[in-house]
Every structure is written in structure tokens, then in C-alpha cells.
């Protein structure tokens, strides 16, 4: 099998059920979440050594669900659903690695800026291009139906790479980066909330 098709040299691409332009909602959500798997990708590569062994491997089951993800985005005529791989459980196991991860890093006073660790600075741009991905979503939910449950995944899943990056701090013993030019925002320990 060749690796190019020339069918979309036109500037269409085939989405399941029928063809869209390259630069339809749809593709445009898809693609976002493709591109964000790769960053995943990239970040797993950038936690080395044991205290992120259960890291790595949570994020390589997150990898496999933003495929999922892409896959329920591209039906053209979702037709409620039959098809779709992203079930509502997948918000709620991120919810519990979210609490996990949140636990190991201190309470936070103040807006945290991406950096620290290069672990937690890659996270963190996990977290921004999923906040992207999830905007893109919201497009085209405003269009097409889309699975519902993909749209809480993604909302939950920025969260869970702010998580984990502050974790990433804390197991490396390095302190978040604190945005020093507000005051303490969140009292004694609240938590930012998307």
C-alpha cells in the first residue's frame, strides 16, 4: 500500500460516511486532537526514569483514547451514536487520575505559568494544545452533532495535563512557576477549575 492516494489533492479528504474540505470544522477538530497526540507523544518521551513509570503509562492509555476521540469527531452522520468508541467512564478515570496527580503538588496560591521541569513545561503544552483541540470541538458541535462524551474527555483532559505537570514538578523536586505579578488568587490552596 502507498503511502499517498492523490485523493485529496484537491483539498478533500474522506471522513467516515462521505468527503469534507481539509479545512472543515470536522477535520479541523480531528486534526487538532491528532496533533495533540503527538505532543502527548512527545512528552512521554520526555519522562525518563522510574518516578514516571505510572505516568508514562497513563499517558499511553490517554493516547489510545485521543484516538478514539478522533475517530467519533470524524463521522459525518453520527445517526446518535451507534458507532462512537468514547464512552462517558473516560471523563470519570480521568477524574480520579486528575485527584491523584493533583496530591502530590502543593496547594496553589497563584496562576502557575508553564515551566519547571522540561517534564511539566511538555505537559504543559499538552494542556494548552488540548484547550485548543476542545475549542475546535465546540465549533463543531455548534454545527454538527457531536458525541457528548468527547467534548467532557477533552475538557477533563487539560486539566488532568495541569495535574500531572505540577506533579512532574513536585517529583523532581522543582517548585511550579509561579506567576508573581497578582496576588495569592486562590487562598489556601483553592484550585483552578476548567
Known amino acids: 500500500m502507498k503511502l499517498y492516494t492523490r485523493t485529496g489533492d484537491e483539498g478533500k479528504t474522506s471522513v467516515i460516511g462521505g468527503r469534507v474540505g481539509k479545512d472543515d470544522a470536522r477535520v479541523e477538530a480531528y486534526g487538532t486532537i491528532d496533533e495533540l497526540n503527538a505532543f502527548v507523544g512527545q512528552?512521554?518521551?520526555?519522562?525518563?526514569?522510574?518516578?514516571?513509570?505510572?505516568?508514562?503509562?497513563?499517558?499511553t492509555r490517554i493516547q489510545h483514547e485521543l484516538f478514539d476521540c478522533g475517530g467519533d469527531l470524524a463521522y459525518l452522520d453520527?445517526?446518535?451514536?451507534?458507532?462512537?468508541?468514547v464512552a462517558e467512564d473516560l471523563s470519570n478515570q480521568l477524574e480520579?487520575?486528575?485527584?491523584?496527580?493533583?496530591?502530590e503538588a502543593p496547594p496553589i496560591r497563584r496562576f502557575i505559568?508553564?515551566?519547571?521541569?522540561?517534564?511539566?513545561?511538555?505537559?504543559?503544552?499538552?494542556?494548552?494544545?488540548?484547550?485548543?483541540?476542545?475549542?475546535?470541538?465546540?465549533?463543531l458541535a455548534a454545527e454538527h452533532e457531536v458525541n457528548?462524551?468527547?467534548?467532557?474527555?477533552?475538557?477533563?483532559?487539560?486539566d488532568f495535563f495541569f495535574a500531572a505537570a505540577r506533579a512532574a514538578n513536585a517529583r523532581e523536586g522543582r517548585d511550579d512557576v509561579e506567576y508573581v505579578r497578582g496576588a495569592n488568587v486562590f487562598?489556601?490552596?483553592?484550585?483552578?477549575?476548567?
Open 78 to 85: 453520527p445517526s446518535g451514536g451507534a458507532g462512537w468508541k
Open 187 to 194: 487562598g489556601n490552596g483553592g484550585e483552578s477549575k476548567g
Open 96 to 103: 480520579t487520575l486528575i485527584d491523584k496527580y493533583d496530591a
Open 113 to 139: 505559568l508553564p515551566g519547571g521541569s522540561e517534564a511539566a513545561a511538555s505537559l504543559h503544552v499538552c494542556r494548552t494544545v488540548c484547550r485548543r483541540a476542545e475549542r475546535r470541538v465546540v465549533t
Open 148 to 158: 457528548p462524551a468527547v467534548m467532557r474527555y477533552v475538557n477533563r483532559l487539560s
Open 43 to 59: 512528552a512521554i518521551g520526555s519522562l525518563t526514569g522510574l518516578i514516571y513509570e505510572d505516568l508514562r503509562s497513563d499517558l
